[in-house]
């Protein structure tokens, strides 16, 4: 099992190279960007240019509101400037999002991201080749690359692999089809959402297109550190970030299914009036027991082992926030290694 370390959302980046020089050095696979208050390409720049080992994948870019050229140049680059090391991971975020928060267009995201997988695909070809590109879809026409405007012919740089962040069965579906891997959200990363909606979806996808299904990389929600007071800080601040996550609609089937329907209630009434503050009372011990791993790198192994192994090829744990240098954490990754 692999074992990827996600970086801290609000990490400043003056930071970044020195985590990311220290994530490698812990022995980890790779390093998860995700994209909530920073661009994460320029995140994914700054990791690249400090380490020389470790896999970076965003996780995830927002597909929605940028197009698909500005993506596939920004992917190319940093494949060609990581020597191979990047790898792109996108995702389509809720419509309130992309409406709300982005000022973008929504239309129905299965088909959309489609499409845009489909189009970057052209675009890494064209970019490989130095030809054009003619693509006519519903979402996105693309009619025009003229030799000015291509990065190649460029027989030296890899095009990335496209992980697909996926939830619902129709994505799942998709990442089956199309996709290099599949991204696992921290609320539907559960032992049965795996068995009984990812893997029979991306099956699905799979046969459909005569390929092998893409590979897992699970966002587990973990909760550790060196040792008890680390482990607890780590908990409180699970408990803030699931009680916000699950206060979304996308998310209340994965609380039907973990037999907490009620949950979603209670939760969204308090997004609604705006008391962000009082979601995590919501989040008790009993419930956050049922959604998280807890536990000290000692023993991290052996949990993730008993509800994981042979379900995925990677997990995703958050960056340490204690001490970078704790060997018991080099121990607990070469472990998760094994399983």
């Given at each position: 099992?692999?074992?990827y370390?996600?970086l ?5 980046l003056?930071?970044v190279?020195?985590v990311?020089g220290q994530l490698?050095?812990l022995?980890?696979?790779g ?10 390409f320029a995140?994914a ?11 970076l994948?965003t ?16 992917a ?7 020597g ?10 809720i419509?309130?999002?992309?409406e709300?928060?982005?000022?973008m267009?929504?239309?129905e ?7 845009y997988?489909t189009v ?19 979402s996105y026409?693309l ?9 190649g012919p460029?027989?030296?740089?890899t ?17 089956g ?13 559960d ?9 029979p979806?991306l099956r699905?996808?799979a ?16 909760a550790?550190?060196?040792?008890a007071?680390a482990v607890q800080?780590?908990r ?7 009680a916000f ?6 998310y209340?089937p994965a ?9 979603f ?7 609604q009036a ?6 995590d ?5 009993d ?6 791993i807890?536990g000290?790198?000692r023993?991290?192994?052996?949990l993730?082992?008993?509800?994981y192994e042979?379900?995925?090829?990677g997990?995703v744990?958050p960056?340490p926030?204690d001490?970078?240098?704790d ?5 607990a990754?070469?472990s998760?290694?094994e399983?």
């Amino acid at each position: 099992m692999k074992v990827y370390a996600s970086l801290d959302p609000r990490l400043p980046l003056s930071r970044v190279p020195r985590v990311a020089g220290q994530l490698e050095e812990l022995g980890f696979d790779g390093i998860h960007i995700p994209e909530t208050i920073h661009d994460s390409f320029a995140v994914a720049l700054l990791a690249a240019e400090h380490t020389t080992r470790i896999t970076l994948r965003t996780a995830i870019t927002l597909a929605f509101v940028r197009s698909p050229t500005l993506v596939a140049y920004n992917a190319w680059d940093l494949a060609k400037f990581s020597g191979g090391r990047f790898e792109l991971g996108l995702g389509t975020q809720i419509r309130q999002n992309i409406e709300g928060r982005f000022g973008m267009p929504w239309t129905e995201p299965v088909a959309r991201m489609g499409e845009y997988l489909t189009v970057l695909r052209e675009l890494f070809d064209a970019f490989a080749s130095g030809s054009s590109i003619h693509y006519e879809g519903d979402s996105y026409r693309l009619t025009r690359l003229q030799p000015y405007f291509n990065p190649g012919p460029d027989d030296t740089t890899t095009a990335p692999p496209i992980f697909l962040g996926a939830v619902n069965a129709g994505m799942c579906r998709l990442a089956g089809q199309l996709a290099d891997g599949v991204i696992t959200h921290s609320t539907n990363s559960d032992a049965g959402y795996l068995k009984n909606v990812l893997r029979p979806a991306l099956r699905a996808g799979a046969e459909e297109r005569s390929r092998t299904p893409p590979g897992i990389i699970a966002a587990v929600p973990i909760a550790t550190g060196g040792d008890a007071a680390a482990v607890q800080r780590e908990r409180e601040r699970m408990r803030r970030l699931l009680a916000f996550l699950y206060s979304t609609p996308s998310y209340q089937p994965a609380l039907s299914r973990l037999g907490l329907p009620e949950l979603f209630e209670r939760l969204r009434a308090l997004a609604q009036a705006q008391r962000w503050d009082q979601l995590d009372d919501v989040m008790t011990d009993d419930i956050l027991n049922t959604l998280l791993i807890c536990g000290d790198y000692r023993t991290l192994p052996d949990l993730v082992r008993e509800r994981y192994e042979g379900l995925v090829e990677g997990i995703v744990m958050p960056a340490p926030s204690d001490d970078p240098a704790d060997t018991r954490l080099e121990f607990a990754i070469e472990s998760l290694h094994e399983c």
